[in-house]
């Protein structure tokens, strides 16, 4: 790696785990940092901008990217196509800057087999049970969708070995700061 290369640090944890919050955090204070943006065949929601918020695309062009190896990680949830474009991401490490994505376990898994020098980051409840009150306490989701979201966490949580770090969302402040000291290598000394 060459001294100008940047850096691609993964982000990933179960559904209420408080990943978007810690993420958008991060960048509030860190400017420097690139976030990818995901590319998916889901029809835009109200408010959601092209290229801001999802590049929107259709099924043939998104297709064509997973033929051509134009993406770094992709899946299907739901009947829609959701992946990372690669070449927006190359072209930021190879500038030297250091490069967020936020994205679910598969997708992780992909990254890491696509592009070896990925970091791994993931981001772990403080209990089971806070997990659960955390996502009771959106008030957007049906009692079975929250019962399939604490399934799907135990499965995730079952893979946290396979992650670079580790990290406990117990107190955001704190977490962020491990966040920082990962991605920008600052070590405590102890």
Do not use: C
Request: net charge negative.
């Amino acid at each position: 790696m060459s001294k100008n290369q940047g850096k691609l640090f993964v982000i990933t944890g179960p559904s209420g785990v408080g990943k978007g919050t810690l993420v958008r955090s991060l960048l509030s204070a860190h400017t420097q940092l690139f976030v990818s943006i995901s590319a998916t065949t889901r029809q835009p929601r109200t408010g959601e901008v092209d290229g801001k918020d999802y590049y929107f695309l259709t099924t043939a062009q998104f297709e064509s990217m997973i033929e051509e190896e134009n993406l770094l990680e992709w899946a299907q949830y739901a009947g829609n196509y959701y992946g990372t474009p690669k070449q927006a991401v190359v072209e930021q490490i190879n500038q030297g800057k250091t490069v967020i994505l936020e994205i679910e376990l598969l997708g992780a898994r992909q990254v890491k087999e696509n592009f070896e020098q990925s970091q791994l980051i993931f981001i772990l409840p403080p209990s089971e049970e806070e997990l659960e009150r955390r996502l009771r306490g959106r008030g957007n989701d049906a009692e079975e969708a929250i019962k399939k979201r604490l399934a799907r966490a135990k499965e995730e949580i079952a893979a946290q070995d396979e992650f670079d770090y580790k990290i406990v969302n117990d107190q955001l402040e704190s977490a962020i700061a491990q966040l920082e000291n990962i991605i920008f290598g600052k070590q405590e000394v102890s």
